[in-house]
């Protein structure tokens, strides 16, 4: 509790409630109530999308961790390849080339267009969902190859001297400390991934972004909107914040 009244933070508590009351009292909010279920869609979507690819993107890097630091070289090379070729290029970009060039070429084979996946495939979604999840998945396994080097490699030997098998190993001993380094890192990570998600309204997957830019076009009220949707992000991003920091308590660092 002293921690919260710190002098410091009661003054920044103190001049964020002015602002949002000048911004109450002083700014046009008349559109706010005709726009209110659009609003409520898109900010959904937007963490629907977030929660969906980061699972997805996590799943995706444990691999690529592990196969950079331990796996043989035709595994641990199409990795490096995989991370590096993410992390070199902009997410604009791979989102673009998934979208509008590999979404271009499936109408040109008609077994793809008479398959039940087609009406997936025709829209915009899978393709934001995939991009997203590349890109994560690029940027976490460069973080989870570090923390799986980072774990002693005694206790390793020491599990394998006692015969414990190599798949118990990971799940009990190896990944969740790996997991408890990579924590901080990640909470990172994943509110990078949240700002990124504007990027899908580039190819008319409608988050809340979206709904901002099109509260804009249609009333041309231009401050409200990126308000409102600056205070979304800043009530997402806290959350995944405590919420990450609830997990690094709770992620044990030892696992028996």
């Not at 890097?61 to 070289?73: D, E």
């Not at 190599?166 to 991934?193: C, D, S």
Request: overall charge positive; aromatic content about 12%; glycine content about 6%.
């Amino acid at each position: 509790m002293r921690a919260l009244l710190q002098p410091h933070r009661v003054v920044m508590l103190v001049l964020a409630l002015a602002l949002v009351v000048w911004c109450v009292l002083n700014l046009r909010w008349d559109w706010l109530p005709k726009y209110l279920p659009m609003i409520g869609q898109g900010i959904w979507r937007t963490i629907w999308i977030l929660v969906v690819t980061t699972v997805l993107g996590m799943a995706l890097a444990v691999p690529l961790g592990l196969a950079q630091a331990v796996g043989p070289w035709f595994l641990a090379a199409p990795a490096r390849v995989f991370c590096t070729v993410i992390r070199g290029t902009p997410l604009l970009l791979q989102l673009w080339l998934l979208y509008f060039g590999l979404g271009s070429l499936f109408p040109q084979f008609p077994w793809i267009k008479d398959s039940s996946l087609w009406p997936y495939l025709r829209q915009a979604w899978p393709y934001a969902v995939l991009a997203l999840t590349l890109s994560f998945a690029g940027y976490e396994g460069e973080v989870m190859r570090g923390a799986f080097k980072g774990v002693q490699r005694g206790q390793l030997e020491a599990a394998r001297a006692m015969g414990m098998p190599r798949l118990t190993i990971l799940r009990r001993i190896w990944l969740p400390q790996a997991l408890h380094r990579a924590l901080p890192t990640l909470g990172g990570e994943v509110v990078l991934q949240l700002k990124a998600t504007p990027l899908v309204a580039t190819i008319t997957v409608v988050d809340i972004y979206s709904v901002a830019s099109r509260v804009r076009q249609d009333t041309f009220i231009v401050y409200e909107p990126l308000l409102l949707l600056a205070v979304v992000y800043m009530a997402i991003t806290g959350l995944l914040v405590l919420a990450f920091r609830w997990l690094e308590h709770r992620v044990p660092a030892r696992v028996a």
